[in-house]
């Protein structure tokens, strides 16, 4: 199976199902890096957006670090 109709499918629903925002977070970080690959540039900067808030929010330095990171790449 391919990884993006998986993650966008089935893993970014159920974490937002279960309320797992870290996880969320972690799996839109990943989306919004292929969307970048594969040339959809305004849809992953917007994902990186929300991720950085989610991280923000909720006081993940590292993986706001992380993201932060990954949108200057």
Known sequence: AKVG???????????????????YAMALRLQACMDFRDGEETRAIEQMSEVIALFKEDGHITELAKTYYELGR
């Open 5 to 23: 109709p998986l993650l966008s499918e089935q893993i970014l629903p159920l974490f937002q199902r279960q309320n797992y925002r870290k996880g």
